[in-house]
């Protein structure tokens, strides 16, 4: 079940690495995709330093991350109404989501990945505001 669950977030986890649509070229040959993004990832690196990804990585990843929350906030809204039949279920939903997002980020993600403390602060942003920002629409 563990191993289950661990092909499942990583095939979530790498969906915009395959979807990468920028042409690398690696080897005199053009490249889309995970092996596009892997070689973009790793001229970041030697560029920016160590887990430094650049503003156009940034920026990509982000725009993964807000697609993301967009979803799970149509999904959430979803099954709080029609599976829970309350409004408060969408609460419970959302807290409970920036939680786990706060323990993927901060404390998963460094020690999987060693991400950078800053890029988990961008990366949690940007999947908690759309979710506040629809929470505090659905109070008024």
């Not at 967009?70 to 989501?97: C, H, N, P, W």
């Amino acid at each position: 079940m563990r191993q289950l669950f661990s092909q499942i977030y990583e095939f979530i986890e790498t969906i915009p690495d395959r979807l990468y649509p920028f042409a690398n070229e690696i080897e005199g040959r053009w490249v889309r995709g995970r092996r596009s993004y892997l070689n973009a990832l790793n001229n970041a690196f030697l560029t920016y330093g160590p887990q430094r990804l650049g503003y156009k990585l940034t920026f990509y990843r982000a725009s993964f991350h807000l697609l993301g929350a967009v979803l799970f906030i149509i999904f959430a809204t979803l099954l709080s109404q029609k599976l829970f039949g309350s409004d408060r279920a969408l609460y419970v939903l959302m807290a409970t989501a920036i939680v786990v997002l706060f323990i993927q980020e901060f404390h998963l993600h460094p020690k999987r990945y060693g991400q950078s403390r800053q890029k988990g602060v961008v990366d949690w942003l940007t999947w908690v505001i759309p979710m506040v920002t629809y929470l505090s629409i659905q109070t008024f």
